[in-house]
């Protein structure tokens, strides 16, 4: 009960003309850099993450910038599905799956049910989240707040470790983005001796650290940018949609067929999205492939089956809301959104962790009113805009490029104003573009820079207090279970190659 | 691909040595301590201030021996790709864009960052995009205007001007 008064609360905070003005402004963004190729939420946040500033120094407060942004990523979700489905291109991995089914059905002149499947399901992807959300966070944070120093350090191990037994990328690579991302984090003062650190070729800009936004921008909005341009050279093909308010209310008729796919991608998309890691990309394509094994027509999947959209769209919207849920409660982000979220956070003075709820519920509960808000903002505007984002779409990507290049170099600017920080954060985005060609995954190392200044002072904490003895981490009866259960991911690479190798032999 | 697999694991790991040099440098105003005493535990102050940097780096230089071993053995996608690292069109792209941004950083220390900005979509809207003379002129001419709206009289966040500097003072006068 208490829940639900302090939910409605917040519901009300965020229905402020101010706050809902916001949130219409965060999804039409969202929609947006969602639907464009090579745009995802996380380059919208990055990208925007600066201007926040000037949405703090009117609002006076932490929520209203984050109601902005989180409405951009509510907003990238459904718009990702707008370019899968007419140009064939996933608008961001998340709608990767999308394309599977929603491209087949497109070209065969039904574009118009894809896009309105996707943003229905989207929309009960969201809800049903949103409501597990609401009823899982406060009680998770409330057991959270009994974790000391080494369980919060093991929780980050737990982190890192998903990266590397469950991320799917090349092993050794991204074990290397994470301990770059975790060293360039400690380039400054170190907080505990006040003694100087990688402070390379003594040139003082390094002097403050390497600030958090330099790197997100550099790599999302530079490097991104760049290799979005070398991979898809500029070229894409759009199918004509036929989006009448009879065709549209038609295909929400049609949406009751992709009932399956829509509950299914609803419940596993949130459950996979709270796992650091895994996030909104693998849901979808988990709820895409369940959905196909328990279809009774499993056949016409790839053809333009309806379950085959819903499905990914469901578990995209609903695996975003499920990565805020360890971010909220825990202070720590299961994706690169929700890391350059809590980096926001952080930015705007909150503490992230399950302290939140209890000393920021004003910050809190409109934040997870906003959810509730966007999510029904979302569906209403994607449905009624369906062509003016399709006529965005036709924007040439050498129009857009130059405007986020030149968008990242002033918002870095605009930031801090330091012109160091502007030439460091291009170079960073020159480099991820560069290891992005040889598939090292840039996501664990976003990750670990906002999570380094944190995990570091829990582990020197802890080892201070064990006196150096790091059965401090196994011992205790809340960080050990976590600290084992790391370990186990951390080898479950090594796991899989035995069992192959004995596979093989056999 | 193969050979730019290796060629980055080699770089990376001269990188990974040098991040372990690097961290543990003995702070300048006390020369007693000895590079390397820092990556340790010191007794009654927990772990010293390299302690977390050395040992992430050296972590990075085993993983780099890991990819090259990856490459020496052909087992990772990349040690088997015979895909060029960039094609013809990746390098031209790379330094038409590449070179851009730098070229725009650039000049930003010398006409600001209004006039690098209309210089930078100029160059990139009609020389990259090959757009009409219209479309370029709109883009490159609106998008410092409304920026130096937004930035400098909204937000009062002032931007380098370099030497246009004197061209804006009318400008203050009349919006500040």
């Not at chain 1, 039904?110 to 406060?138: C, D, E, M, Q, Y």
């Not at chain 1, 984002?389 to 924007?395: N, T, Y």
């Not at chain 1, 040439?396 to 490029?401: N, R």
């Amino acid at each position: 009960m208490e829940v639900i008064s302090a939910l409605a609360d917040g519901v009300l905070v965020a229905l402020q003309p101010v706050n809902l003005g916001l949130a219409i402004l965060g999804v039409i963004v969202g929609l947006f850099v969602g639907a464009m190729p090579g745009l995802g939420s996380v380059n919208g946040v990055a990208i925007l993450l600066p201007f926040t500033f000037v949405i703090q120094s009117f609002t006076g407060g932490a929520t209203s910038p984050m109601i902005f942004l989180a409405a951009i990523y509510y907003g990238a979700m459904y718009g990702g599905a707008i370019s899968s489905i007419t140009l064939g291109i996933p608008g961001a991995s998340t709608a990767v799956a999308t394309t599977f089914d929603g491209r087949p059905m497109a070209l065969s002149g039904k574009a118009h049910i894809a896009l309105v499947t996707a943003a229905l399901a989207s929309f009960v992807g969201g809800t049903v989240s949103n409501i597990i959300f609401t009823a899982f966070a406060p009680a998770l944070a409330s057991v959270a707040l009994d974790f000391g120093d080494p369980e919060i350090f093991a929780l980050m191990l737990l982190a890192f470790a998903t990266f590397v037994g469950l991320g799917g990328d090349d092993i050794p690579k991204t074990i290397f983005s994470i301990c770059i991302g975790l060293v360039l984090a400690t380039v400054g003062f170190d907080i505990v001796s006040g003694e100087p650190r990688l402070i390379f070729f003594d040139i003082t800009g390094f002097s403050h650290g390497i600030r958090f936004l330099v790197l997100a921008i550099g790599v999302y909005g530079i490097g991104e940018m760049i290799w979005t341009i070398n991979t898809s050279r500029y070229s894409s093909s759009m199918t004509q949609v036929d989006v009448s308010a009879k065709n549209i209310w038609l295909a929400i008729k049609e949406f009751k067929t992709a009932w399956r796919g829509t509950s299914i991608g609803s419940a596993l998309g949130f459950f996979v999205g709270i796992l650091p890691a895994a996030g909104a990309t693998p849901g979808s394509l988990m709820s895409y492939g369940v959905t196909k094994l328990i279809s009774k027509n499993p056949k016409e999947f790839g053809k333009g089956a309806i379950d085959g959209i819903a499905a990914p769209e469901a578990a995209n919207n609903s695996a975003s809301t499920g990565a805020m849920l360890p971010m909220m409660t825990l202070g720590i982000p299961g994706s690169p959104t929700t890391a350059v979220l809590l980096a926001g956070m952080v930015i705007w003075g909150l503490q992230p962790g399950p302290l939140l709820f209890t000393n920021q519920p004003d910050f809190v509960w409109p934040l997870i009113g906003s959810f509730y808000i966007s999510n029904v903002v979302a569906v209403l505007i994607n449905l009624a805009f369906i062509p003016v984002f399709l006529w965005m779409l036709r924007m040439p990507f050498t129009i857009l490029a130059p405007m986020i290049f030149v968008l990242s170099l002033v918002g870095t600017f605009a930031a801090y104003l330091d012109m160091f920080d502007v030439w460091l954060m291009v170079i960073v985005g020159v480099a991820a573009f560069f290891l992005r060609i040889l598939d090292y995954p840039l996501a664990p190392a976003v990750l670990a820079i906002v999570l380094g200044p944190i995990a570091e002072p829990k582990l020197r904490q802890s080892l201070l207090f064990s006196d150096g003895d790091f059965s401090i981490f196994f011992t205790r009866p809340i960080a050990g279970p976590i600290t084992i259960l790391a370990i186990i991911l951390i080898l479950l690479p090594l796991f899989k190659v035995i069992k192959n190798k004995m596979k093989a032999a056999s | 691909m193969r050979k730019a697999e290796i060629v980055t694991a080699v770089i990376l790991a001269i990188l990974s040595l040098y991040l372990m040099w690097k961290s543990g440098e003995p702070p300048s105003w006390n020369p007693d301590i000895a590079r390397f005493d820092n990556i340790w535990m010191i007794k009654g102050e927990g772990p010293g201030s390299g302690f977390w940097p050395f040992w992430l780096s050296f972590i990075m230089f085993l993983s780099t021996i890991w990819i090259a071993v990856n490459w020496f053995r052909k087992t990772s996608p990349m040690s088997v790709s015979d895909e060029p690292f960039l094609d013809a069109y990746g390098m031209k792209m790379l330094v038409q864009v590449g070179g851009g941004l730098f070229g725009f950083l650039a000049l930003i220390h010398i006409i600001g960052f209004y006039g690098a900005m209309c210089v930078f979509l100029i160059y990139y809207l009609k020389f990259l995009g090959r757009h009409t003379m219209t479309v370029t002129l709109l883009i490159s001419v609106l998008t410092p205007v409304v920026c130096f709206f937004f930035f400098d009289i909204a937000m009062r966040i002032v931007l380098p001007k370099g030497y246009l500097e004197p061209l804006f003072i009318p400008l203050y006068d009349i919006f500040l």
